[in-house]
């Protein structure tokens, strides 16, 4: 049975959040977790990352480990994120297609009260989990108001 490692990289000119550190540093030592991300709400950037997607890849030649590890954690970082906001906006439509106004969130900050669209609304209410699992590995997306946490799962050793 392996661990990752507890440490978690930080992005430069982040703060970590010691209660964010706890749980990403008790998540890693489950043994089928491969790797986590956590974003920024708002923008999607990297917030604190470990496991096997913060670790450097094979090169092709034309760039360091670093940058093609760097490379391929963005990509992860942009495609998980890209994600969250197409789900969002895809229940944000079912919402709007039952007839509920939904008040309208972007990065955890509510835009209004909904009291002048004369209609139901719903506040706090959207995408709380995402699970996707394939051949190779199930990624649970959280969303929050101030980060998305997304857990990647080996699954061979996931139940």
Known sequence: MTTLPTTIGISAGATPDPDLTHLLAHLTS??????????????GSIIQSSGALSRPSATDGKA???ENGAKSLEKYASVVWNYVKATEEM????????GRKVVGKEGGEEKGDGAENGGETTEGEG???LRVRT??????????????????HDTLSAP
């Open 91 to 98: 229940v944000g439509g079912l919402e709007e297609a039952d």
């Open 64 to 66: 360091s480990e670093d």
């Open 127 to 129: 995408v709380k989990l």
């Open 30 to 43: 489950k043994p089928s977790i491969q790797s986590l991300l956590v974003l920024s709400r708002t923008d």
């Open 135 to 152: 051949g190779r590995r199930e990624i649970v997306i959280v969303p929050d108001k101030k980060y998305i946490l997304a857990v990647f």
